[in-house]
């Protein structure tokens, strides 16, 4: 097997200047305001995640006892999420995403919080990217292929850097080895954000008009 980059990945750093780093980190500031972080847990074992998460748009992943899923409403208030930023829906659509994303996942890693190698896979259509979005301390972050076995690479992504997985790479194996305390100063007390952009449904592109007989 090759360790060739999967075909469909991109890594872009430094994609956010540091005015819409800050931008962005206060906009996530006021949709944790409106909706708490909560700490998911492994389904069946209930091991808590080492993350803290929310998230915004019509739908949020969450991960409890009961399984991993999207629901339209916060687990713990019941309230709706809260509307997405505008500035991650033009992302989304600047980097040639289609259709609208449907959910933003917010995972905040405190030091020494990380997340083990992992594919996203509880969405109902993979034909459209994952678009990560990073702010504050830098993180390692692991690549794999589409299996679980098989070589791994590490890349350090940086506040503002954006990485895409389409194609291919959509299903690529992916985690956060260690985020290094104390390498940015955007966010109040540290630590590291991570944005996820993901489409969970399939959608309709709309046929063209017929052309007038005139
Ligand atoms: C994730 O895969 O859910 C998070 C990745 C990251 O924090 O960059
Ligand atoms: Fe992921």
Known sequence: MSDAPLEGLAVLPG??????QR????????VIAAAPLFTPVMPR??????????NCGPLGWVADRAGYRYQPTHPETGDPWPAMPQRLIDLWSELGAPADPETCLINVYAPGARMGLHQDRDE????????????????????????RRGPTRSVRLASGDVVVFGGAARLMYHGIDRVLAGSS????????????????????????????SR
């Open 15 to 20: 994609r956010l200047s540091a005015a819409e």
């Open 23 to 30: 931008a962005l980190a206060d906009e996530v500031a006021d």
């Open 45 to 54: 074992t209930g091991a808590p995640f080492s993350v803290r998460m929310t």
């Open 124 to 147: 109902g259509t993979f034909d459209a990217p994952v678009v990560s979005v990073s702010l504050g301390d830098t993180a390692v972050f692991r690549m794999g292929g589409t299996t």
């Open 185 to 212: 100063t955007l966010l109040p007390g540290g630590g590291r954000i991570n944005l996820t952009l993901r489409r969970v449904t399939p959608w309709t592109t709309p046929s063209p008009k017929p052309r007038s």
